[in-house]
Structures are given as C-alpha cells and as structure tokens.
C-alpha cells in the first residue's frame, strides 16, 4: 500500500527559510515522479516543483531561485527547501507521487496519483 507522509510546515516570519519532508513507503520510489503542490482555501491548487527519478527538477515561476526540491532514494524521501518565503507563500502544502520515470514540461497538470495528508505553512509579514 503506497503512503506518504509530509510534515515540516509551520509558521515563519517574512524572509524567512523551512524545510518540507515527504516519507514514502510501499511502491518502489525511485521509479515516481515526486511532486510538491500548494493550495490556498478557495483557489486552485498550484504545482509548486517536482522531481523525477533521474533527479530532473522543475519549478513554478513564483519560486524559482528561492524553492529547492531534492530527493533522497535511499531514505525514500522527499524535500522541499524554502527560502526567503514571502506572505504569498502561505498554504497548505502536499506531496504527491505519480509512477512515471521523468516529471515532464506540464507536470503541474498531471492527476498524480498519491497523496500526502496536507502541511501548513504560515508566512507572516
């Protein structure tokens, strides 16, 4: 049975840093695309970055340069470094595994099919 695990959310000031972590258990992790979304009650669910198994990274243009994804296959887990997090950057934050080898160009749109329950990340100015 897949499931994922996601926790690291919390409050900060503006400017300030934290990390995301999504534990993965019962699929064969390296071959998934992992991904990193966010949503703000009443709006759409954005993609906020993905990583494939080829280590292949991809970002929303809102955190690019400030938002890191990483992936370690041994432990079976899943980061997301955020620095210089802004008021806008406040959501609730989840993890999603979906059984392809390569996140592609339109990642964001993918029906990935796992989920993590949600982590709250509250950015305070």
């Not at 990390?19 to 009650?41: E, H, K, N, P």
Request: net charge neutral; aromatic share 12%; with cysteine.
């Amino acid at each position: 049975q897949v499931q994922l695990l996601g926790s690291g959310g919390g409050s900060v000031q503006d400017g300030g840093s934290l990390t995301l972590s999504c534990s993965a258990s019962g699929y064969s992790y390296s071959g998934y695309c992992m991904g990193w979304f966010r949503q703000v009650q009443g709006k759409e669910r954005e993609g906020v970055a993905a990583i494939g198994s080829d280590g292949g990274t991809r970002y929303a243009d809102s955190v690019k340069g400030r938002f890191g994804i990483s992936r370690d296959n041994q432990k079976n887990t899943l980061y997301l470094v955020m620095n210089n997090l802004t008021p806008e950057d406040t959501a609730m934050y989840y993890c999603a595994a979906e059984p392809l080898p390569r996140c592609g160009p339109a990642w964001y749109s993918v029906e990935f099919t796992y989920w993590a329950q949600g982590t709250q990340v509250t950015v305070s100015s």
